[in-house]
C-alpha cells in the first residue's frame, strides 16, 4: 500500500484511539511504548517524509499533559528535519537511546525530550535548545515571525533563509507545524504531519506565521523536492456553459440580464489531477460568481447589434476564457397601407417637409418609433415619417413553415403567386417598403441563404410539383 492511502487509514484507526479518551496512554507504562515503537521501527527503512504525528506506533506517547496525536506536529517535523538532514550522528544516537537511524521515529524524540523535561503541561516544548541537547549537530537559530503576507513574498522570503543553510518549520497556521522541503518559484513544498499534501498553499495562508530557523548536519537539500513536484498531468481548465441566460435578444434601451446563465470551471492540476469546482449563476450582486468573471463591457443597449458575452477563469494552473452572444434589435413594428389612395411618406413629421417614398396598397412597412401620431420609417434607403391613422397594424409576427408564405398550412400555387409578386414588385420599392411582412419573407428564403430571388422560385415549384 501506498504512504498515501495508508495515512487515511491510520487516520480512521487514530480516531478510533482518541475516542478511547486520554486514559489508553495512560495505563501503557513508558518503556513498553518505547518498546513498541522500536519495535515498529526496526521492521523496516521508510520513507520519513510520510511520518504523520497519527500513526498509531506513536500517536499516543505523551507529551507532557498531551500525546504526539493530539500535539505533536512540532515534534514530528523536528523529526523529518533531523533525518532530512542527517544529524543523527554516534552523540545523537547515544542520547535518544538508539542503535541505528532505522530505529528514529517522532515517539522516539518525544521520549527523550520527556526525558530531560522537555515538555510543559500543555505537552508544548519548553525550550528552544532542547533539540541542540538531543541532537547535538542540530543548532537553534530563532523563533520570529514571516515579514510577508503575498505568495511570492512568503516564497522567496523562506527561500532565501534555505539558500543560508537553514532549516524552516512552519507554524502554518497560528497552530499546526510544518517541515519546509523547499520552494519553487511562488510555490513553497513542505511534509505535513497532518495532511498528505506537499504544497503550502493547497491548504495554508501562511502569511506572518510564526517560524523555527534552524542549522544542522547538513543545509536544506531541496532533491527530494524536485521528484514530487514533477508533474503528473498536462495542466488545462475548461468553462462550461451549462444554461445561457433567459435572455439573449434585446430591444434598443434594455438592460443586460444575465438570470438564467449558468456556468461551471473544470480544471487539470498538474500535481492532483481533475477538479470540477461548484456550478455558478452569471448574474451580479451578491450571486455574482466566484469561480470566474464575468465581462460585459462590449454590450450598447442603445445600438443594434450582436455582442459577446465573456466568462473567464484563472485557476493557477491554466486560464480559459468561453463566450457566447447576445443581440440588440431596432423596435420595429409591422403595419399595412390597405388604402386605394397613394400615401405620402414625408422626411418629417406632422406631413411636412419633402415627400421621400409613396406608399401603394398592400405596402408593408416597419415603424421603429412614433411620435405625436407619426410612425418613423428608416433603411438604407428611406428616413421618413408616416401618418399611422392610415396604417394598419400587422400584429405579432409568427415563424411560417418555408414555403409556406401566406401560413396556410400549404405550399401552393398562392404562395407561388406572392413570391412572383413580391420579385416583380422589389424592382420598383426601396429598401424598407415591401409586399411582404418579415415573417413572409423568411418563409419565402426557401433555400436559406438569406436573399429571396429567382432561385427560390425554382425551390417552390419543386415543392408543389413534387
Known sequence: MDKSGSRKILAVIVSAFTALGASASAVMPKAEKSSIIQTFA???TEDYHTWSQLDPRWSSVTMGGSTIGSSGCLITSLSIMAMHSGSLDSAALANLGISNVNQFNPGVLANAYTSVGGFNQWGGIASWGTIHQLIPSINFIQDSYLNSYSQSDIAAEIAAKMANGQHIILNANGHHWVYITGVSGDQVYMCDPANDSTNLFDIYSPGGCEY???????????????????PLYEASADIEI?????????????????????AVVSYVDP???YTQLQPEYMSGGANAPQSYAV?????DPNTPGTYSITLSAD???????????VTVVKNVQEYYYTGEEKLDVFSEKANTGSVVAVLSKD???????EEDGYGKISSDDLSGWVELSQLTDAGASVQHI?????????IDKYDLYMLNDYLEAKSKLVSGISTLRQCELDAADINGDGIVNSSDVVEMLNKILN
Open 271 to 273: 500535481y492532483k489531477g
Open 42 to 44: 526496526e521492521e523496516e
Open 212 to 230: 523555527w530557523a534552524l542549522t544542522a548536519k547538513n543545509p536544506p537539500d531541496q532533491s527530494y523536492q524536485s521528484q514530487v513536484q514533477q
Open 402 to 410: 418555408k414555403g409556406d408564405i401566406n401560413n396556410d398550412g400549404n
Open 295 to 299: 465581462n460585459t463591457s462590449l454590450y
Open 363 to 369: 405596402s408593408v412597412v416597419q415603424i421603429e418609433a
Open 315 to 325: 485557476t493557477g494552473y491554466a486560464t480559459v476564457v468561453t463566450s457566447f452572444t
Open 242 to 262: 451549462l444554461s445561457l441566460p433567459y435572455k439573449t435578444e434585446y430591444s434598443v434601451g434594455e438592460e443586460l440580464d444575465l438570470s438564467g446563465g449558468y
